[in-house]
């Protein structure tokens, strides 16, 4: 299977490239990136014969229709790391909450978010790729608390590999940072910046297109690439766990191969969407997906006008941090699959010149046949923890919670749903413990205590084990000092 440009070719750039190069440098022409050409066509013959696959045979089944050029031992080795979640037989359960809502829990990974369900196999796939290449990469992340955990957790100790990870210091919980200060490895460097994360990420964007900076790494035989949601590395492992979580509703009874689900994706990036999006494409009977935000809400604003709309409007820090995100890179692979790479580009210029575009009326339409959209505001989500807890004995986080309000308001067919749970209690466990008990922590620890007291659930051993390792990360230094820091690393 070869990769195109979402925004065309230059005539400078191959119009096509392997699976391989497009992970290793995953932007492509006019600021674009890497999209299938084609997707498979599964269907339901694929759902009958996987009726009873467990998680990695469904994988393995998933990527070979892709034909990718990867080895099949390293796919296998990739696979493999879902053996290191909570239960090896069933590395993502799904949970029956209420009659017709269902949470598939992609959180029981070692970081215990669903950053891990791609980046654990991504990790494999890339430093396998660097070693047999005998490259060196380095890969610079900048995160608001989730994908800089499983980056590091899956480079660590991996060949031909660097990490410099950047997050806002105190911008972060007590979890998530020492997830990060406390990681010990000679190929990972941990920087807090003093600033938010939009300082982070866009002193990260600043180095990476720096061409001294690049210039520096090519004297180093040093190769740059980026393990965020625009390479493709790791959007080809989130379409497995949607088709699982339907042949999950299959096998628990609540429908039959062939009945029309919805899919409820509380989104930032919109990784886990487009995921859902292309499952949907190759045939699984999806309904509509309905797109879940916080108040940072221009993703429901776009599914319901056609208009994607950042005049007037700057990041507002919420109880779901994840999706605190305006500019959500992954749309454009929708934009592309819908309306094609010409038209995706005068789009995303319009929106880089003018911070606004607009789809047509027709297009408007296509969008709307396949998606749908709300958001919830903090104090929304705060309520739905607490329903959610008392009604049904059920734990959620803060992301997971926003998609209660899409559950409510956009389904106009009485059929299941599945939400789909990005984190675990433990990640954002002061928010947690406020909904439950009214209570304000300052502190993880204590809002932890609480919780598992009050929901009469122990806290996870990788996370009680945080508390007591030593911090071996400890930089902390200005954004104008980064590059100096990442140099001296490399
Ligand atoms: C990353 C993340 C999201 C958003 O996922 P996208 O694929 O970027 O839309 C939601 N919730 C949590 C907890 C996350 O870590």
Same mark, same amino acid.
């Given at each position: 299977?070869?990769?195109?440009?979402?925004?065309?070719?230059?005539?400078?750039?191959?119009?096509?490239?392997?699976?391989?190069?497009?992970?290793?440098?995953?932007?492509?022409?006019?600021?674009?990136?890497?999209?299938?050409?084609?997707?498979?066509?599964?269907?339901?013959?694929?759902?009958?014969?996987?009726?009873?696959?467990?998680?990695?045979?469904?994988?393995?089944?998933?990527?070979?229709?892709?034909?990718?050029?990867?080895?099949?031992?390293?796919?296998?080795?990739?696979?493999?790391?879902?053996?290191?979640?909570?239960?090896?037989?069933?590395?993502?359960?799904?949970?029956?909450?209420?009659?017709?809502?269902?949470?598939?829990?992609?959180?029981?990974?070692?970081?215990?978010?669903?950053?891990?369900?791609?980046?654990?196999?991504?990790?494999?796939?890339?430093?396998?790729?660097?070693?047999?290449?005998?490259?060196?990469?380095?890969?610079?992340?900048?995160?608001?608390?989730?994908?800089?955990?499983?980056?590091?957790?899956?480079?660590?100790?991996?060949?031909?590999?660097?990490?410099?990870?950047?997050?806002?210091?105190?911008?972060?919980?007590?979890?998530?940072?020492?997830?990060?200060?406390?990681?010990?490895?000679?190929?990972?460097?941990?920087?807090?910046?003093?600033?938010?994360?939009?300082?982070?990420?866009?002193?990260?964007?600043?180095?990476?297109?720096?061409?001294?900076?690049?210039?520096?790494?090519?004297?180093?035989?040093?190769?740059?690439?980026?393990?965020?949601?625009?390479?493709?590395?790791?959007?080809?492992? #989130? #379409?497995?766990?949607?088709?699982?979580?339907?042949?999950?509703?299959?096998? #628990?009874?609540?429908?039959?191969?062939?009945?029309?689900?919805?899919?409820?994706?509380?989104?930032?990036?919109?990784?886990?969407?487009?995921?859902?999006?292309?499952?949907?494409?190759?045939?699984?009977?999806?309904?509509?997906?309905?797109?879940?935000?916080?108040?940072?809400?221009?993703?429901?604003?776009?599914?319901?006008?056609?208009?994607?709309?950042?005049?007037?409007?700057?990041?507002?820090?919420?109880?779901?941090?994840?999706?605190?995100?305006?500019?959500?890179?992954?749309?454009?692979?929708?934009?592309?699959?819908?309306?094609?790479?010409?038209?995706?580009?005068?789009?995303?210029?319009?929106?880089?010149?003018?911070?606004?575009?607009?789809?047509?009326?027709?297009?408007?339409?296509?969008?709307?046949?396949?998606?749908?959209?709300?958001?919830?505001?903090?104090?929304?989500?705060?309520?739905?923890?607490?329903?959610?807890?008392?009604?049904?004995?059920?734990?959620?986080?803060?992301?997971?919670?926003?998609?209660?309000?899409?559950?409510?308001?956009?389904?106009?067919?009485?059929?299941?749903?599945?939400?789909?749970?990005?984190?675990?209690?433990?990640?954002?466990?002061?928010?947690?413990?406020?909904?439950?008990?009214?209570?304000?922590?300052?502190?993880?620890?204590?809002?932890?205590?609480?919780?598992?007291?009050?929901?009469?659930?122990?806290?996870?051993?990788?996370?009680?084990?945080?508390?007591?390792?030593?911090?071996?990360?400890?930089?902390?230094?200005?954004?104008?000092?980064?590059?100096?820091?990442?140099?001296?690393?490399?």
């Amino acid at each position: 299977m070869k990769f195109v440009e979402t925004r065309g070719n230059d005539g400078v750039r191959p119009p096509s490239v392997t699976f391989s190069e497009a992970i290793l440098s995953p932007m492509s022409s006019f600021g674009g990136i890497y999209v299938p050409e084609r997707l498979p066509e599964l269907g339901e013959r694929f759902l009958h014969d996987h009726r009873h696959s467990d998680y990695k045979s469904l994988a393995r089944a998933v990527l070979s229709a892709f034909e990718l050029d990867i080895d099949q031992f390293v796919v296998d080795r990739a696979l493999e790391l879902y053996d290191g979640f909570d239960d090896p037989a069933h590395p993502v359960p799904v949970v029956r909450v209420r009659d017709d809502l269902f949470v598939s829990e992609l959180y029981h990974g070692p970081t215990r978010a669903f950053k891990d369900m791609a980046l654990q196999p991504f990790g494999v796939v890339l430093s396998s790729l660097a070693e047999s290449r005998g490259e060196q990469y380095l890969i610079l992340a900048a995160t608001s608390g989730d994908t800089g955990p499983a980056t590091l957790e899956t480079f660590k100790n991996r060949a031909n590999v660097k990490v410099a990870c950047l997050y806002p210091d105190g911008g972060t919980s007590d979890v998530q940072r020492l997830q990060m200060v406390t990681e010990d490895a000679a190929n990972l460097k941990v920087i807090g910046i003093r600033g938010s994360f939009d300082d982070a990420q866009t002193a990260l964007k600043t180095l990476l297109s720096s061409d001294a900076f690049r210039a520096t790494l090519r004297d180093r035989h040093i190769h740059l690439s980026a393990a965020n949601s625009v390479n493709f590395g790791r959007i080809i492992f #989130q #379409q497995i766990y949607h088709i699982h979580s339907y042949l999950e509703l299959v096998r #628990q009874g609540a429908i039959v191969i062939g009945d029309r689900v919805y899919l409820n994706v509380p989104s930032g990036n919109f990784g886990n969407a487009l995921g859902g999006y292309y499952a949907m494409q190759m045939g699984l009977p999806v309904e509509k997906i309905l797109i879940s935000s916080n108040s940072n809400n221009v993703l429901t604003e776009f599914i319901r006008t056609g208009s994607y709309d950042l005049r007037d409007r700057n990041v507002i820090p919420t109880s779901s941090p994840a999706m605190d995100i305006l500019k959500s890179s992954n749309v454009e692979r929708v934009l592309y699959s819908l309306f094609g790479a010409r038209r995706t580009r005068a789009l995303m210029d319009e929106l880089d010149r003018k911070r606004v575009y607009r789809l047509t009326d027709d297009e408007l339409d296509l969008l709307q046949a396949v998606f749908a959209a709300d958001y919830a505001d903090d104090n929304e989500v705060d309520t739905y923890i607490r329903e959610t807890f008392i009604g049904n004995g059920y734990l959620m986080d803060p992301h997971t919670a926003t998609c209660l309000k899409a559950h409510a308001s956009c389904r106009d067919k009485p059929l299941p749903a599945i939400v789909y749970s990005t984190a675990e209690w433990t990640k954002f466990s002061p928010t947690i413990a406020h909904a439950l008990t009214g209570e304000n922590d300052s502190h993880d620890i204590d809002a932890l205590k609480s919780i598992s007291a009050t929901a009469n659930t122990p806290i996870p051993p990788m996370i009680q084990a945080l508390f007591d390792r030593p911090v071996v990360q400890a930089a902390v230094i200005d954004k104008q000092d980064i590059e100096r820091e990442v140099l001296a690393f490399i």
